[in-house]
């Protein structure tokens, strides 16, 4: 039997997303959860970067698989960064792709592709079960 981990797969149009650099946060607790969902001003910018608190960095496997063993019951958010050769088809540089944010730079970088990151929604984990957050860019 193994612990429970926050666990997920990265796929881009069908491919696992290999490349990756994979982060989680924590959230101190619900409010700050909403902070991060919400409008936010400078007073609510400044309380959200006190109550968020970075808690490491993992990159996915070969199949675009990734892990985060060792962590408490709590509020995460889960982020990646990663680059894609093709300009995305979507005509903002910011969109969503299920409980996915994804945002792109709309210009290439130094090794001719575009920056990319997808940032889920905050979830609660409970420390007794695995909890999921697959990531599927299908455009």
């Known amino acids: 039997m193994h612990s429970p981990v926050i666990r997920g797969t990265l796929r881009d149009k069908g491919k696992p997303i290999v490349d990756a650099e994979v982060y989680l946060q924590s959230l101190e607790d619900e409010h700050c959860a909403k902070l991060f969902t919400g409008k936010i001003d400078l ?82 984990y409970s420390g007794k079960e695995d909890a999921a957050r697959d990531f599927e860019k299908k455009h």
Do not use: N
């Open 43 to 124: 007073k609510k910018q400044q309380e959200l970067r006190q109550c968020t608190h970075d808690l490491g960095s993992t990159h996915p496997d070969e199949q675009g698989k990734y892990e985060f063993d060792e962590t408490k019951a709590g509020w995460y958010v889960v982020h990646f960064l990663w680059s894609i050769a093709d300009k995305p088809s979507h005509p903002m540089t910011s969109f969503k792709e299920g409980d996915w944010l994804v945002q792109y730079a709309g210009w290439k970088d130094s090794t001719g592709k575009y920056d990319t990151m997808a940032q889920c929604q905050p979830f609660y």
